[in-house]
């Protein structure tokens, strides 16, 4: 039975990652902060879940947690828990922002590093790092620290790939790098929308799509791959405006 490790199981794209494997009958070991939440999603899944409760902004969980799954035999990893933080970078909150770094950026590279050592040691297996189409843009402005955030995991992702393939490594890594989803996050972000998202199992349905044709950056909607490919014809300055402008239609008036 393959196990398969999902950081944020609780919420949004981890929790429809959470159901497409249950009903394959893997066995799942899902990472959340709150353990009441984790108990009831369990109790949802029918499959055998080992629950891991850890906040993952606080770099003594994370690397508890990468220990208590140094046994463990993971065939499938979704790198998945992160938040944003949406205004002018002169008037966000600090610490919330810090917060995120650790979950979006410390978090994701740690446990990504301890699980792929395992997987290369056992010859096999496959990890999906949550980043975003924000990752794959020059910069967004009035979510500025999020976009650089995501950058990070979208071109660390990236990277290693092409180390594992230069190395013949059976191991297949890819970002995953949506655009809007219907999830919690522009709740905790205090944003809204502007484009209409995809729900989180299309979002999970196209993952797979990608997954199944290798390929190391997976972005699941046209109309965002159209906003990424207009990267390379577009001037930067000419991104930004237009990234900020949708950006700063997001943020809710306080
Ligand atoms: N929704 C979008 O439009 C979108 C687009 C591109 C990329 N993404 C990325 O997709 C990933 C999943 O987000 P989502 O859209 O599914 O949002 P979500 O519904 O808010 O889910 C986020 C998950 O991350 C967990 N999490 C947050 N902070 C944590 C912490 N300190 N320690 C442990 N777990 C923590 C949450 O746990 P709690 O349930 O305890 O809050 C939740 O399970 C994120 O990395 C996000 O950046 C989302």
Redesign the pocket.
Known sequence: METVLI?????????AFAGHYAARGCRLLL????PE?LERLAAELKTECRLLA?????EAQVRQLAETLREEPVGVFIN?????VAGPFWETDAEKET?ML???DL?MHLLFKSILRGMQARGRGTIVN?????GLLPGGPYMAA?YAS?AYAASLTKAVARELREAGSPVYVCA?????????????ADVS?SLK?IT?EECVKACLAGMARKKTVIVPTARMRAAVFSRRILPEKAMLAVTGRQQKKKIRPK
């Not at 990472?31 to 709150?34: H, L, M, P, Q, S």
């Not at 949550?130 to 924000?134: E, H």
């Not at 995953?176 to 905790?188: A, E, K, Q, S």
């Open positions: 950081t944020g199981a609780t919420s949004g794209i981890g929790r990472a959340g902060r709150d939440k850890a906040d993952l902004a606080d998945n828990a992160g938040f944003g917060a650790k979950v979006n978090a949550v980043a975003s189409s924000a999020y995501k995953l790098c949506p655009g809007p989803v219907d999830t919690n996050f522009n709740r905790n929308f998202g989180a």
